[in-house]
Structures are given as structure tokens and as C-alpha cells.
């Protein structure tokens, strides 16, 4: 297992669209193991796309149990091919990244999701989330999609604000 670099802006992968796995092949699974000891290695992080970490795939790591605060959870998810096949209420918070290590804004994301995906094993799966976990889900695989939270917010201006050293 290893800890991996995290690719920052302006490392165009993270505005790629990632392709798809057609299997969890050995490559996969130990890309698996090194993402969340990579994700367990940052204080607060919670999730990690593979664009994150310079590959191209649509794969997701994350546990938000492991955050200070308590929220409801499913613990840590492996999401290989995510989808979010629904969405419900409206909530907006502050977002950081490891990829955007400088800024943090402010976001207004789903309050619920449903998200349908394979595990570790391949086999199809589908969960549904709310609250913070919700918002996780919904920012990692907007990774997969070339997307950052800078993003999504509405003003640049008064949304965005300079990480505390």
C-alpha cells in the first residue's frame, strides 16, 4: 500500500471526464487499498476520486464516519462507476478539497441522493443519503466529471474565502 499525490489545480485530469471500469481487475482493487490509505493519511478528509490522484477511472473512496462531527452514514463505501439517479432539497455549506488546497467556498448542493454504483467486488448496488454524507457523495463524483467545487458556486466574490494556514 502507498500514500499517493494528490493532483492540485491547475492538473488538467481533475477537469477530465473519467472513463468508465468495465472489471475490478487486480490494478483496480490495489488502487482501492492505496486511495483510502491515501484518504486516512489527510486529517478530515472523507473522500477521494481517482482523478484526484492522477487516474482517469470513475472510482470513489470515502468514509465520513471518521469526521469529528457525527452524521448519519453508511461507512466506508468503495463506489466504482457512480451515479446519482436522484436528488431531493437544497442545502448549502462550506466545501474544501485536497485539490484546491489554498480555498474553501460556500455550496449549495442536494440535501438527499440516491446513487447507484458497484462495490469492490463488482457486484450493482444502491444507497441512499442525506445530510453531509449526501454532499460528500455529490462532490466526489463531480470529480469523476471534471468538475471542482470552485465550480459551483455562485460568486467567486463572496463564496470563495482563503483556507487558514
Excluded: W
Aim: glycine share 6%.
Amino acid at each position: 500500500m502507498a500514500i499517493l499525490e494528490i493532483c492540485t489545480i491547475p492538473a488538467p485530469i481533475l477537469k477530465e471526464i473519467a472513463r468508465p471500469i468495465e472489471t475490478v481487475s487486480p490494478d483496480i482493487s490495489e488502487l482501492i487499498r492505496d486511495m483510502l490509505e491515501t484518504m486516512r493519511h489527510y486529517t478530515r478528509c472523507v473522500g477521494l476520486a481517482a482523478p484526484q490522484v492522477g487516474k482517469g477511472i470513475r472510482l470513489v473512496v470515502m468514509d465520513i464516519s471518521v469526521y469529528p462531527k457525527p452524521h448519519p452514514n453508511h461507512g466506508q463505501l468503495i463506489l466504482i462507476n457512480p451515479v446519482i439517479t436522484g436528488r431531493a432539497g437544497s442545502r448549502a455549506g462550506r466545501e474544501g478539497c485536497l485539490s484546491v488546497p489554498d480555498f474553501t467556498a460556500n455550496v449549495t448542493r442536494a440535501e438527499t441522493v440516491t446513487v447507484s454504483y458497484q462495490d469492490a467486488t463488482g457486484a450493482k448496488k444502491i444507497i441512499d443519503s442525506q445530510g453531509f454524507e449526501a454532499v460528500a457523495l455529490q462532490h466526489e463524483i463531480d470529480h469523476l466529471d471534471g468538475m471542482l467545487f470552485l465550480d459551483r458556486v455562485t460568486s467567486i466574490k463572496t463564496d470563495v474565502f482563503r483556507r487558514k494556514a
